[in-house]
């Protein structure tokens, strides 16, 4: 195993970033049917097994193993009928839509931060 490949803080935000970025695609595909009769909204779910892989025993590398493993469960949530029977709430998905935009960009700074810190052992230099 390589050094950033036993780094299980960016294996814990390659699987959240992995888990947000299909939820992001399941917000776009409930906004774009928000309109369509009988559509019921989409999402999935990530957190819980990744709370679960974080708090339960085993190793590092085995805890490694199990984050590069987790995919995203496809959830079809209980429909709110509209009088269209829609099952989307537009306001709704956008707030969800930009609540995960804000986690991805902190995910994807916070990795960026720690492969910089890589970088600077790399090249010798005092953090």
Known sequence: ????????TLAVIEASLKGRLRRQKMIAANIANA???RY?????????KLREIM??????????SR???LEPVE??????????QSGVDI??????HAENAIAIEALHSMAEKRIGLYRLVIRGRSV
Not at 75 to 84: E, K, T
């Open 40 to 48: 019921r909204r989409r999402d999935v779910a990530f957190e819980g």
């Open 1 to 8: 195993m390589d050094v950033l490949g036993s780094d299980l």
């Open 67 to 69: 984050l590069e493993r």
């Open 35 to 37: 309109n369509t009769p």
């Open 55 to 64: 708090t339960g025993e085993g190793s590092k590398e085995e805890r490694i």
């Open 75 to 84: 959830l079809v949530l209980p429909a709110r009928y509209r009088n269209d």
């Open 91 to 96: 306001d709704l998905e956008m707030a969800a």
